[in-house]
């Protein structure tokens, strides 16, 4: 039985590099009006939780794809494995087939051998007993 192959790559990572200028620019969330600041912090938030949802998707959707190609060839090798050992016993099936026939067929003749060695036992008998008695 095979089923959806395990072990999972998949693990979920929330550690972002920052880029250059992120890290030499300052906050200008500061400096804005507290509303301004405000919308623009939840619109940085909606954008970046839209963009880990959609990479954590990605790596998900990577890692399913991966254990489905693991479990096709772990399928391939099971129906290929059971496939040769169908053949195999087909195989030995016929051969023993063949043995019992030609086991057969060697019984068969065997009693028509057997009877034209007792008649050719009882010629060479009767010859013998003809030509001067000899056993």
Request: charged share 45%; no cysteine.
């Amino acid at each position: 039985e095979v089923g959806l192959a395990g072990g999972s790559g998949f693990s979920y990572s929330f550690f972002e590099v920052p880029t250059i200028v992120e890290s030499i620019l300052p906050d200008v969330r500061r400096f804005l009006p507290t509303e301004t600041a405000r919308r623009r912090a939840l619109r940085e938030m909606d954008d970046r939780i839209r963009e880990t949802v959609d990479k954590h998707r990605g790596r998900l959707r990577y890692d399913l794809s991966q254990r489905l190609e693991r479990s096709r060839l772990e399928l391939e090798r099971a129906l290929d494995a059971r496939l040769r050992d169908a053949v195999d016993a087909i195989r030995r099936g016929l051969e023993r087939s063949e043995r019992e026939r030609a086991d057969a067929d060697a019984r068969a003749v065997d009693p028509g051998l057997r009877a034209a060695r007792e008649r050719l036992d009882d010629l060479i008998r009767r010859l013998r007993e003809l030509a001067g008695g000899e056993p």
